[in-house]
């Protein structure tokens, strides 16, 4: 018996991009192209009749915006969505509030010099296409569990706290950082972002939390009341000098497809910090992040996931439970609360 394909519509003006995303999609055998459309009012129509899997949209659109269309769409036809946007600042800031809206991924609009050669682009478009295909719905929602409690110090910062996610991890970010405390410890993320768009969300982040977030340098300083996230297509690691830990970025070869790679960071803080860490894998696709977190284990590092249940796609976590990376499975809400009882606890013992 033959596997179903994947149904995809297009929403895109641009016939040049249309034709390039049809042609990326229609090179892979689990994945069909349904139908096209080059403004909201004909996708509308086209989403009723064909009920794709997925849908790309592009946030620049004539008639009405694709966010305005995304938030229809999430309100009247829950559909997985994955928006193409361009990564000026303007894009950036849009794309990161259709991640808010429900919408799956984000994709990089191909430049003139991508598209030459489409092939640089195929691997990652597919693979975020079929990501978003095995999302749950609705998926609307990570974000608005709401701030979480959080408490009004930490026992000891002495300990570095890795986190690794993906597909649907902007917004499960928001729910973990939100319960922690001013004085959180030094915290490295590695969320799957395009180049261009981990800045615009760091810089998100930064105004929400009682704590510094920024996009990580080489150089950065690992510190009390910090979270440095990688930036899109760097690998992001740690380094120990005496007493002081901080953060090397390079473009070694991606890994697992991606780049940044969780298993880059979290191998390099079992290896720096060993059991002063706290290793974390969130909700994405793949298995990034179950090596390294298998290693922070292994160095005496408390390690958790996020339940099945409350992941967008349980690719990630389920990858780390499976290899044994995991000691604590825990509800998305209560994920932040627990990392900080568990570092309480390790404090007092």
Do not use: W
Not at 147 to 168: E, F, Y
Not at 270 to 275: F, L, Q, S, T, V
Not at 283 to 291: I, L, N, P, R, S
Not at 292 to 317: D, H, I, N, R, W
């Amino acid at each position: 018996m033959l596997k179903k394909k994947i149904k995809i519509l297009i929403v895109e003006d641009s016939l040049v991009i249309q034709k390039f995303l049809k042609h990326a999609i229609e090179t892979a055998p689990d994945l069909e192209v349904v139908g096209t459309a080059t403004d909201p009012f004909e996708a509308r129509d086209l989403l009723v009749e064909l009920k794709p899997d997925v849908v790309t949209l592009d946030i620049n659109l004539p008639k009405m915006d694709g966010l305005t269309f995304l938030e229809k769409i999430m309100s009247h036809l829950p559909t997985r969505v994955v928006m193409i946007s361009s990564v000026a600042q303007s894009g950036s800031q849009t794309a990161l509030r259709a991640l808010e809206l429900g919408a799956v991924e984000v994709i990089e609009k191909p430049s003139v010099e991508i598209l030459k050669n489409q092939d640089l682009l195929n691997a990652a478009l597919l693979d975020k296409i079929r990501a978003a295909a095995s999302a749950r719905l609705p998926f609307k929602g990570q974000g608005s569990l709401g701030p979480q409690k959080s408490v009004k110090t930490i026992a000891d910062t002495n300990r570095i706290i890795a986190i690794a996610s993906s597909t649907g991890g902007t917004e499960a970010l928001k729910v973990v950082l939100s319960a922690m405390p001013a004085n959180i410890p030094p915290t490295v993320i590695v969320q799957h972002m395009p180049p261009g768009f981990t800045k615009a969300y760091a810089d998100n982040l930064n105004k929400k939390y009682p704590f510094e977030v920024k996009e990580a340098q080489t150089g950065d300083k690992l510190t009390v009341g910090r979270v440095l996230i990688a930036p899109g297509d760097f690998h992001m690691e740690i380094r120990k000098t005496g007493s002081l830990y901080s953060v090397v970025l390079h473009q070694d070869l991606p890994l697992h497809s991606v780049r940044p790679a969780a298993d880059y960071l979290m191998k390099s803080v079992a290896k720096y910090a060993k059991d002063k860490a706290v290793g974390v894998v969130l909700t994405g696709m793949g298995k990034d992040g179950a090596k390294g977190l298998l290693e922070m284990k292994q160095a005496g590092a408390p390690t958790f996931a996020q339940s099945e249940k409350t992941c967008v796609v349980y690719g990630m976590p389920s990858a780390a439970v499976q290899i044994g990376a995991v000691d604590h499975i825990e509800d998305l809400q209560n994920m932040g609360s627990a990392i900080v009882d568990c570092i309480s606890k390790k404090a007092a013992a």
